[in-house]
């Protein structure tokens, strides 16, 4: 088997019916990992509805609810390749109840491409998924102004489109200048896979030759270990194996860890990765390794391993900024939802409301508030009802980002900025 492109989770954000789907259609068109006789298929059941330009959409709704209503609620997860990357593509919603999807799919993006109709201009959820984008950690982002076709492929609409997205972008902290900004029509397939030439203003690269021009995430060898355990085993022969993703760092065999917050210690005797054994592993690769001086019952998931002298860090309180995604109610002090973080699930309490922000652009725009709704973004004051492991998303982004869970749906998510460390010893 060939060595694999380098790989890329690719966000498609930006408000609802500006073309997103349609765009991620025509990227799965041009790039041949859709064939044209679905297209053809799909156009001929789309004119039968009567939505003649649905076409492309479809080939990510494959949803039925979601044919009937034209809208997309599920994050379908398709593959393509350009010539330098391969691309999951995470199909976020943008429509205003399914912003918690859009934050499953963001927090696991390294790139975004936003898309934003022409005509319309810069919305409500435009705004909001851009704020999103910043406060998840998505560095690099590609916009789409889409729809050209439909304003005839005016320059002076682009460019007013451009000016009010880069004020925005500005707002949060991009940087516009380092930004490609594509007049595109996924539709009709303008600025796609190659130059149109029905905007010869335009001397840009087409979305395809941006894809290719992002840069690869790079493997955070040089922060600290932290592999967050998913299973223990207990194989006979051979001792305790604990199992998990390395998410930072480079794992040694004969390396002295750590484990909390189970706060206990050993030294690794042996990894092994695809029933090979391997004399170190990397981000991104899941292990199983055997430690000397663990017993099968020291440890469980949800406890995270480091190197012995700069072990995971134990929150005994934690200062997060969150999103609050959706909540029947209001989210009052003293809430105590399940805080879900790498590989923990652990029930937090809220013991501060500490600022409210403006969702759309950072700012304070209350002190202390009394209490929180959906769509309020805030600086909130967290206690973990037992020891958990966290990082500051400053220093280990991988261990700093969670969602939070109650009833059965995501009610907010965020990233810890600063922590109270419990003392282990």
């Known amino acids: ?29 041009e790039t041949g990992a859709v064939p044209p006789h679905i ?10 509805k009567g939505k003649g330009s649905f076409e492309f959409a479809w080939v990510m709704d494959s949803l039925k ?8 609620i599920d994050i379908a997860h398709k593959r393509f390749d350009t010539d330098k990357y391969y691309f999951t593509v995470v199909d976020c919603p943008g429509h205003r109840d399914f912003v918690k999807n859009m934050i499953t799919g ?56 451009k000016e009010q997205l880069s004020q925005l972008l500005k707002m949060v902290g991009y940087k ?67 199992v998990g993703r390395v998410e930072t760092g480079i794992m040694k065999k004969g390396m002295k860890v750590s484990f909390m917050p189970a ?9 092994e990765m695809h029933h090979e054994e391997i004399p170190q592993a990397l981000p991104g690769d899941n292990v199983g390794f055997n430690v000397r001086g663990i017993g099968k019952g020291d440890i469980r998931r949800g406890d995270v391993c480091g190197p012995a002298d700069v072990p ?36 937090c309490t809220f013991i501060e409301l500490m600022k409210k922000l403006d969702p759309r652009t950072g700012q304070v725009k ?27 998303v400053k220093e280990i982004p991988q261990l700093g980002r969670f969602a939070v869970r109650d009833m059965g749906s995501t009610i907010a998510a965020g990233v810890c900025m600063d922590i109270t460390p419990k003392q282990m010893r």
């Open 65 to 72: 609810e979601e044919r009937e209503r034209g809208i997309t």
């Open 176 to 242: 516009p200048d380092s930004i490609n900004f594509i007049p595109m029509s996924s539709f009709v397939g303008d600025n796609i896979a190659k130059p149109s030439a029905n905007t010869p203003w335009y001397k840009g690269p087409a979305v395809l030759d941006a894809l290719n021009a992002l840069t690869e995430p790079e493997k955070p060898t040089t922060l600290p270990m932290r592999l967050p355990i998913q299973d223990v085993y207990s194989i006979s022969g051979i001792g305790t194996v604990p």
């Open 39 to 48: 297209i053809e298929t799909y156009r001929k059941e789309a004119e039968t």
């Open 263 to 271: 706060n206990k210690e050993g030294e690794i005797k042996s990894i």
């Open 1 to 29: 088997m060939a060595a694999e492109k380098p790989h890329m989770n690719l966000a498609v954000i930006g408000h609802i019916d500006h073309g997103k789907s349609t765009t991620v259609g025509r990227l799965l068109f």
């Open 366 to 392: 209350e002190e202390n508030p009394t209490f929180l709704k959906t769509g309020d973004a805030a600086i909130v004051k967290i206690k973990p009802t037992q020891a958990m492991v966290i990082e500051k």
């Open 106 to 161: 963001a927090s696991q993006a390294d790139a975004a491409l936003l898309v934003v109709a022409a005509p319309d201009g810069v919305m409500e959820q435009t705004k909001e998924h851009v704020f999103l984008s910043r406060t998840l950690g998505i560095n690099q982002l590609i916009i789409g102004v889409n729809k050209m076709d439909v304003v005839k492929y005016d320059e002076k609409r682009f460019n007013e489109v």
């Open 312 to 347: 995971p860090t134990v929150a005994d309180e934690f200062i997060a900024q969150v999103v609050v995604l959706h909540h029947p109610s209001a989210l009052t002090v003293g809430y105590t939802p399940v805080f879900h973080c790498h590989t923990a699930q652990i029930a």
